[in-house]
């Protein structure tokens, strides 16, 4: 089973700054790695899937990129509405894995 | 818009079956596959298992002795039910649709899941 590790655990920062967000996996996952939020009491939404490809809907601000065991969820620019939690997932080997999430807080 | 909800039981006694159903509304379960997934609290996300609208199946080797999942397309819903439950087993659970692409040999399917329902959670307890 692929593991997948988030740092850091949380993350504490304004609105206007930009987020970068690492996952690392224990082996290479190659380009199938993809990104989620989850906002208390929601359910998780799909951001990024295959590494960089944004999900309908979601606004460019956000970017994936990485390949391989190294992945980053960038940011640009943090909205209110953009502090959650971000897990990552690998679907390169199943059972597909989770992160355990990365809290990005309000500073 | 395809909307997903987690119906049952919010409580299940020790070596009981959970059983959960999830109903798609504003939109067909046909020509999808469609997921189970779990939260305990405070923790990470855990992979379940998938059934196809045809019925075929796909679930976590850590989880396959004690899991179904079944669908009834004349309902729009698919089931899951996870039997021997102990007090590790409880968690939210959530259901949720694989997204489907098409290119010119036609529809294909890659497990991201999106949308995802609310999520019910449910205890293990005596």
């Known amino acids: 089973e692929i593991v997948l590790t988030q740092s850091p655990a949380t993350l504490s920062l304004s609105p206007g700054e930009r987020a970068t967000l690492s996952c690392r996996a224990s082996q290479s996952v190659s380009s199938y790695l993809a990104w989620y939020q989850q906002k208390p009491g929601q359910a998780p939404r799909l951001l990024i899937y295959d590494a960089s490809n944004r999900a309908t809907g979601i606004p460019a601000r956000f970017s994936g990129s990485g390949s391989g065991t190294d992945f980053t969820l960038t940011i640009s620019s943090l909205e209110p509405e953009d502090f959650a939690v971000y897990y990552c997932q690998q679907r390169s080997n199943w059972p597909d894995t989770f992160g355990q999430g990365t809290k990005l807080e309000i500073k | 818009q395809v909307q997903l909800q987690e119906s049952g039981p919010g409580l299940v006694k020790p070596s009981e079956t959970l059983s959960l159903t999830c109903t798609v509304s504003g939109g067909s379960i046909s020509s999808y596959y469609w997921s189970w997934i779990r939260q305990p609290p405070g923790k990470g996300l855990e992979w379940i298992g998938y059934?196809?609208?045809?019925?075929?199946?796909n679930y976590n080797p850590s989880l396959k002795s004690r899991v179904t999942i079944s669908v009834d397309t004349s309902k729009n819903q698919f089931s899951l039910k996870l039997s021997s439950v102990t007090a590790a087993d409880t968690a939210v659970y959530y259901c949720a649709r694989m997204l489907r692409f098409y290119d010119s040999s036609g529809y294909y399917y890659v497990r991201w899941f999106d949308p995802w329902g609310q999520g019910t959670l449910v205890t293990v307890s005596s």
């Open positions: 059934i196809y609208y045809s019925g075929s199946t």
